[in-house]
């Protein structure tokens, strides 16, 4: 049985409805994303230190402890493959070590799983508005220090284009420099607009060299998704919790 198919059963018979990404990774490649949701479907929060029950739950799935990042919408980036007394302030994480996870923490922004086609380098990376204004993704795939024509993207789930609504400072983060970019929203009422993060993830993988058909992923939507989704712009409980979206390369 493929890997991605063993982890999926896995999770079937944990009794978890968490996501194994369908995209053409190599073998070496083990990657995941959580829901909201437990054994049973109890609600969750991913988040480090804040929920003992996930924290072990997520364990039992991975080789070893992620690597955590303080998480700043900025562009930085951490090696999960070198020890750090604490969490890093970055963005991505990226590892070229068997057995040393990379993990990123959402709640609508979007996560980005990155790989090599022969499985020797992959990267996880969080990517809300500000960050893939910033090119937090063609920073991520420069890191990897391979040809961007060798690179399998994967996008998790975040928050839908018909549930994010922005304003026009995020409109002409985006606009001001990539005309393109237009594309990806739709106005809703007077400097209001519906703006696709998927499809500007795309539009930023594109310029970092990814090709169009590596992309994988997308389509869900963590903000109408409640049953199966934390969401910080729901609010409630929703607005602190977080979902955790790994990938790391087999151990032998």
């Given at each position: 049985m493929p890997a991605d198919a063993t982890l999926a059963a896995q999770f079937v018979s944990a009794g978890v409805d968490w996501i194994v990404p369908d995209w053409p990774a190599p073998a070496s490649v083990r990657a995941f994303s959580t829901t909201r949701n437990g054994v049973g479907g109890s609600a969750v929060d991913f988040a480090r230190g804040r929920d003992a029950e996930a924290g072990a739950l997520l364990k039992s799935f991975l080789p070893g402890e992620p690597l955590w990042l303080a998480q700043t919408h900025g562009t930085a980036i951490a090696s999960a493959d070198v020890g750090h007394g604490r969490a890093p302030e970055a963005d991505v994480a990226i590892?070229?070590?068997?057995?040393?996870?990379?993990?990123?923490?959402?709640?609508?922004?979007?996560?980005?799983?990155?790989?090599?086609?022969r499985g020797t380098v992959v990267?996880?990376?969080h990517a809300g508005w500000r960050g893939l204004a910033s090119g937090v993704l063609e920073t991520a795939v420069g890191s990897m220090q391979t040809a961007p024509a060798n690179v399998l993207a994967w996008l998790g789930p975040a928050i839908g284009p018909s549930a994010f609504e922005v304003g026009p400072d995020v409109h002409a983060a985006f606009c001001d420099r990539d005309a393109a970019a237009g594309a990806c929203f739709v106005a809703t009422r007077q400097g209001k607009w519906h703006a696709d993060l998927y499809g500007l993830a795309r539009l930023a993988l594109g310029r970092a060299g990814v090709d169009a058909a590596a992309i994988s992923g997308g389509g869900r939507c963590t903000y109408t998704e409640r049953a199966s989704f934390h969401s910080y712009r729901r609010g409630g409980p929703d607005r602190v919790a977080r979902m955790a979206t790994l990938i790391w390369l087999a151990p032998g």
């Open positions: 590892s070229r070590s068997p057995g040393k996870v990379c993990a990123v923490l959402t709640a609508d922004c979007l996560p980005v799983l990155l790989a090599d086609r990267a996880a990376a």
